[in-house]
T-cell receptor, first 110, second 114 residues
């Protein structure tokens, strides 16, 4: 039962470009959508999140776009920096349990 | 200072042996979780707990037990370790009193079953 789909599995961009990561879900009860960032050898950490009542959330160079009707969301990383190289997980919640996507490994080349 | 501490950070176990992974949090959070991470599967929930002396099954509980002896401590137990349980295991904590369910993860335990 695959409730969450995340793509692409890996992505390489040049410094300064915009990286776009995508997620989709099936369960209509999901109402909270965080994105977690994980660096090698570390645990994931919350990067940015959005609730289903909003269609956009911005935090610096990171922006979530949310389409509730199509059950899709995307994370845009503008002006990508080498320090943004990490694995990014979308996640979904309707309570205290989070369901994670498989992750997108992002590499930013200088 | 790390608020969620896992031990050991890495472990090699033999097939059929017993493995215990430990987690300690100083966040004063009520919820604690165990996830495993595998390439191609992301993070999958094994067990979680919302109060001491009680645990709940997650999405992939088979082959694992959990123990929450106190609010601060949460253990994951593999009674009969198998090759398929080779993975990186993450413990996390969260607080239900906030406006959003933010998970705070430990640094992970890399388990190799041979």
């Amino acid at each position: 039962q695959q409730q969450v789909r995340q793509s692409p599995q890996s992505l390489t961009v040049w410094e300064g470009e915009t990286a776009i990561l995508n997620c989709s879900y099936e369960d209509s009860t999901f109402n909270y959508f965080p994105w977690y960032q994980q660096f090698p050898g570390e645990g994931p950490a919350l990067l940015i999140s959005i609730r289903s009542v909003s269609d956009k959330k911005e935090d610096g160079r990171f922006t979530i776009f949310f389409n509730k009707r199509e059950k899709k969301l995307s994370l845009h990383i503008t002006d990508s920096q080498p320090g943004d190289s990490a694995t990014y997980f979308c996640a979904f919640s309707a309570g205290n349990k989070l369901t994670f996507g498989i992750g997108t490994r992002v590499l930013v080349r200088p | 200072e790390a608020a969620v501490t896992q031990s050991p950070r890495s472990k090699v176990a033999v097939t059929g042996g017993k493995v215990t992974l430990s987690c300690h949090q100083t966040n004063n959070h009520d919820y604690m979780y165990w996830y495993r991470q595998d390439t191609g599967h992301g993070l999958r929930l094994i067990h979680y707990s919302y109060v001491a002396d009680s645990t709940e099954k997650g999405d992939i509980p088979d082959g694992y037990k959990a123990s929450r002896p106190s609010q601060e401590n949460f253990s994951l137990i593999l009674e009969l370790a198998s090759l398929s349980q080779t993975a990186v295991y993450f413990c996390a904590s969260s607080w239900t009193g906030g406006s959003q369910n933010t998970l705070y993860f430990g640094a992970g335990t890399r388990l190799s079953v041979l």
